[in-house]
């Protein structure tokens, strides 16, 4: 019997038209241009300020790019995922929404929240369901509005963060294609030093928590700095062992755009030259759940058919993980 694997076939993406610059971010905050670019590569970010809309409004935008680029029907969407630290509610499924809004009918959706790995593990999930042989077309999006959680004074998180969402549709290959393996992590202690700490079930919202600027995300930079660059690392690395590839084999690294520094600390542990590390950090900043298919989108005319991708990303609660896919279209 033939191998099914799960194959990416379309990407789509969405960023909104304001860009903050760093320059803006110096009538905010005690910060500067060269401080941010040094020590993150971040110029500038997008931002929605569209009145009234949230997370499903980014999703929406990259999942009828993607619809649109790749002449899909909706109706033949089996599934819909949603990766997102920043859900329109806490109840109600953001990717229910979506699916309805884009016209996937025929289609069951829920959310997954791994904070900055979301799309990652949503990257294993699709898999799943496609390797199942029940599943035809599973549509994965990756969307966040970070500006949503932000401290616009609080210069350690605020020059970081950017809000933007990118889409990409799985389907069964059955040429080797797709995705090959992964190698997926967690440590339930990092939500010590990563976190939004009020508005959950431990801390619901009170005059006190808003007071007190709880509902705002949260970070031990130090500390988590130090776990993303070896935790990153080490799970690429462990990727290209377990799969015997070189330097020489790898095509192209798909980190996640947290930090230049931890980028370039991964990709010196797999033996990359910058030519083969994926990069838009500079205009997006971090937009969480959505660095990685915002990558796919902005290098998609580079990208042929067989290229060994490696994904690698870092994120709160602690979550980690590395994927190994093998890319499976030239682009038209």
């Not at 409004?57 to 920043?86: F, Q």
């Not at 969307?143 to 933007?164: L, N, P, Q």
């Not at 059955?174 to 700490?197: A, I, K, P, V």
Request: charge should be negative; hydrophobic fraction near 40%.
């Amino acid at each position: 019997m033939t191998k099914i694997t799960a194959a990416i076939t379309a990407v789509g993406a969405y960023v909104p038209d304001f860009i903050m610059t760093n320059k803006m971010l110096e009538e905010l905050v005690d910060t500067n241009d060269e401080w941010i670019t040094s020590r993150t590569g971040i110029k500038e970010r997008r931002i929605l300020k569209k009145e009234g809309e949230g997370t499903s409004y980014l999703a929406i935008k990259a999942a009828e790019d993607l619809l649109r680029k790749g002449n899909i029907d909706p109706k033949e969407i089996d599934l819909v995922l949603v990766g997102t630290a920043t859900p329109d509610t806490l109840v109600a499924s953001t990717a229910a929404y979506v699916a309805s809004q884009i016209g996937a009918t025929n289609a069951f959706a829920f959310d997954l929240l791994a904070a900055c790995s979301s799309f990652l593990f949503g990257m294993s999930t699709a898999s799943g369901f496609i390797a199942s042989g029940k599943y035809k077309k599973v549509l994965l999006i990756g969307a966040d509005k970070m500006s949503s959680i932000v401290d616009y004074t609080d210069r350690t998180t605020c020059i970081i963060f950017g809000d933007g969402a990118g889409a990409v549709l799985f389907e069964p290959n059955t040429e080797g294609l797709g995705l090959q393996d992964e190698y997926l992590r967690s440590d339930g202690l990092g939500r010590n030093f990563l976190s939004m700490n009020a508005g959950g079930s431990v801390m619901p919202a009170t005059e006190e928590t808003v007071k007190n600027r709880q509902h705002y995300i949260f970070q031990e930079g130090k500390t988590v700095f130090k776990f993303a660059v070896s935790n990153m690392a080490d799970a690429a690395a462990k990727i290209m062992e377990r799969n015997q590839l070189t330097d020489t084999d790898v095509s192209w690294l798909v980190p996640h755009q947290a930090n230049k520094r931890i980028i370039d600390a991964t990709a010196n542990r797999m033996g990359l030259d910058n030519d083969k590390v994926m990069m838009n950090i500079q205009k997006y900043g971090n937009t969480t759940s959505a660095t990685l298919p915002l990558l796919l989108h902005d290098y998609e005319q580079q990208l042929k058919k067989g290229d060994n991708l490696v994904f690698a990303a870092f994120g709160g609660g602690f979550t980690w993980g590395s994927i190994y896919l093998k890319w499976a279209y030239n682009s038209k």
